[in-house]
């Protein structure tokens, strides 16, 4: 007699769970390879699978195929001096900006208001990112294509207000300054 666990079993294979080793390894990856040479379409579905494996248990199909895109590409140059100037930068889907202080660069990352399920969210605010003006690499600086359509997204711009326009997906004055 087939037992019904059988006949789920490819399903459960589809959604078995990523070894912490290889989560380690990705997140690793999406850390430090340079982004730049990827096309818009790989890009996309880079971001789409960084959001799958954002969660606590990522699946092993979306770990791996985050690899595979990312391991043949080179390592990204650290923002050293002179590179990472006032900037707005995006990294897994959060906005980073970057600010002269008076112990150097510094960075603040986004936080995003409200949003509960089926509301917009109200805006967001700055919070101090410790560590993070380091990491983030010229790669991944914002251009105005990119911040419409995570302002699209979130109904934020990435100024930290809220769009009245969400379709414009940013302000026509913070475009400027991208
Ligand atoms: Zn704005």
Redesign the pocket.
Known sequence: MDRPTRAARPARDRDSLASPRAVGYARALIHNRDRARLSRADRDRLDELVAATSVARPRAADVSAVIDILKPLPARLPAGAGECEEAVYLVDGVVYRTRHGRRGLYADRLVLIGGRPGAPYEGGRWEYAAGAARRLAAADRLDVAEAAAWGRRTHV???G?ALLAPGDG??PA?ARRL
Do not use: A, L, N, P
């Open positions: 711009c990435v100024c207000r940013v302000h913070c």
